[in-house]
Structures are given as C-alpha cells and as structure tokens.
C-alpha cells in the first residue's frame, strides 16, 4: 500500500458497470515526510475519506477484488484506510 | 486508475481473434491538472460511448483485460470511464 493524499473528487457517468455508484477521488502519492512523490491515482473511496485527508491506498488488482468479493472487475486502486500519523526514518508526518 | 485525452481512433482489420469488436482509441495520459504526461496509447473503449476529444479514466495491464467482455482478451490498456468534472482542492 502506499500513503496518499486525496486532492479532489471524479464525477462521471458513463463508466464501466463496475464502478456504479462508486465514489472515485483523486489521490497523490506522498512519501512518509508528506512530500509528494509525482505519481497520483483514481481510486475508489470505501471508507468515505474527505478531500485533504491522508489515505492508505491499495493499488493490487487481486487484493482490490476480493475487497470487492469478486471475481473479476477492472478494479485497482482503492482508498482502504484515513491515515492518523506516519512515524518513520523519513520524519514524522502528522495530520492536523 | 489514470486520467487521459482520447486524441483519435485506430482501425485495425487484421487482428488476433479475441480482438474482434473492440473499438480502439488513441490516448494521451494526463495529470490531475490535465497537463500531457508521458507517451500517447491505444486503448480498448470498454464504455462503448467515449470518442475524440473526450476526457475519461482508464487502467492498465490485467485490469484492463478484465474490463472488456468476454474476459481477458488481449488489450493492456482500457478506458472505463468519461469525466464529467473533477474538482479539485483550492491548493492542489
């Protein structure tokens, strides 16, 4: 998993099947100082994060589809956890 | 999953058989702020309704060989949506 920062929401109707009624957000990478790394990702919110909270993100088919309990579905990155702190070598990272 | 610009269409007459009826469209990936980032694709459309001009989501590799039906017919790259808006944060 990687941590993340939500910086904004996807609004889209024409979608494959799967993600019907998903809420999709728009998520940077961020390194454990907070920093971002330049890679960012839709992914689909499962545990209703707010834009500017940090994020774990999934991003791992298979793990995202049994999250999902299926079988198959175009599905990747998915928003699994809102962070409350990061300790690390890097820093710390502390949410407000 | 990556945002992009559709930047055109790909015919193909001569293809492997899972490829039969998969509508293909070239693909310019994008930032979040819709700036070009890296080189354009061909995408399969697995929506069915996206075309030139349009901005749409789209994923990669085994993800997108699960998005089209029948399953995994040989595709690395699918559209599986078209963006109405995205809004992001004031200092984003």
């Given at each position: 998993?990687?941590?993340?920062?939500?910086?904004?929401?996807?609004?889209?109707?024409?979608?494959?099947?799967?993600?019907?009624?998903?809420?999709?957000?728009?998520?940077?990478?961020?390194?454990?100082?907070?920093?971002?790394?330049?890679?960012?990702?839709?992914?689909?919110?499962?545990?209703?994060?707010?834009?500017?909270?940090?994020?774990?993100?999934?991003?791992?088919?298979?793990?995202?589809?049994?999250?999902?309990?299926?079988?198959?579905?175009?599905?990747?990155?998915?928003?699994?956890?809102?962070?409350?702190?990061?300790?690390?070598?890097?820093?710390?990272?502390?949410?407000? | 999953m990556q945002l992009g610009r559709v930047t055109g269409t790909v015919v193909a007459t001569?293809?492997?058989?899972?490829?039969?009826?998969?509508?293909?469209?070239?693909?310019?990936?994008?930032?979040k702020r819709l700036a070009a980032v890296g080189e354009t694709l061909v995408a399969a459309?697995?929506?069915?309704?996206?075309?030139?001009?349009?901005?749409?989501?789209?994923?990669?590799?085994?993800?997108?060989?699960?998005?089209?039906?029948?399953?995994?017919?040989?595709?690395?790259?699918?559209?599986?949506?078209?963006?109405?808006?995205?809004e992001l944060r004031a200092d984003a």
């Amino acid at each position: 998993m990687k941590i993340a920062r939500v910086e904004g929401t996807v609004v889209s109707t024409i979608q494959h099947e799967f993600f019907d009624r998903q809420r999709l957000l728009v998520c940077d990478v961020i390194d454990p100082g907070g920093e971002p790394t330049g890679e960012y990702a839709i992914a689909v919110d499962v545990v209703g994060a707010g834009v500017g909270e940090t994020v774990l993100l999934l991003d791992e088919g298979s793990s995202a589809r049994q999250l999902f309990d299926v079988d198959t579905g175009p599905i990747r990155a998915v928003v699994v956890g809102i962070v409350d702190e990061v300790s690390s070598e890097g820093g710390e990272l502390q949410i407000d | 999953m990556q945002l992009g610009r559709v930047t055109g269409t790909v015919v193909a007459t001569t293809q492997v058989e899972g490829l039969r009826g998969v509508r293909f469209l070239v693909v310019q990936p994008l930032d979040k702020r819709l700036a070009a980032v890296g080189e354009t694709l061909v995408a399969a459309d697995a929506v069915y309704m996206a075309g030139p001009g349009e901005l749409v989501y789209f994923v990669a590799s085994r993800e997108a060989a699960e998005a089209l039906e029948p399953r995994f017919v040989p595709v690395d790259h699918a559209i599986v949506g078209i963006v109405d808006e995205i809004e992001l944060r004031a200092d984003a």
